[in-house]
């Protein structure tokens, strides 16, 4: 069973940074992509930023910019390095990782809280 668990969430002001981080266990012999996805109350849940094993990226438009993923190979953790936060950054963070063309697994989310 493969397990994905967020972590790095929190409440901080417009305009700060916050370090998210994902984290892998389980039966993984590799993984060939990973990124993050991110729900707001009463919308639907949104690709932020991808990243596949050989270092493409592709992110959402509306966090270009400001927000940066990267991710260990060797550990099977990706990160998420968000600058310049603003309120409508506002929501659950999910990790995802996608182990083949139809093999996806979540993480729980964790709550990013853009506030003064």
């Known amino acids: 069973q493969v397990q994905l668990v967020e972590s790095g969430g929190g409440l901080v002001q417009p305009g700060g940074s916050l370090r998210l981080s994902c984290t892998t266990s389980?039966?993984?012999?590799?993984?060939?992509?990973m990124g993050w996805y991110r729900q707001a109350p009463g919308q639907q849940r949104e690709l932020v930023a991808r990243?596949?094993?050989?270092?493409?990226?592709n992110y959402a438009d509306s966090v270009k910019g400001r927000f940066t993923i990267s991710r260990d190979n060797a550990k099977n953790t990706a990160y998420l390095q968000m600058n310049s936060l603003k309120r409508e950054d506002t929501a659950v963070y999910y990790c995802?990782?996608?182990?083949?063309?139809?093999?996806?697994?979540w993480g729980q989310g964790t709550q990013v809280t853009v506030s003064s």
């Open positions: 995802r990782a996608d182990l083949g063309p139809i093999t996806e697994y």
């Open positions: 990243i596949t094993s050989g270092g493409s990226t």
């Open positions: 389980g039966r993984i012999f590799s993984i060939y992509r």
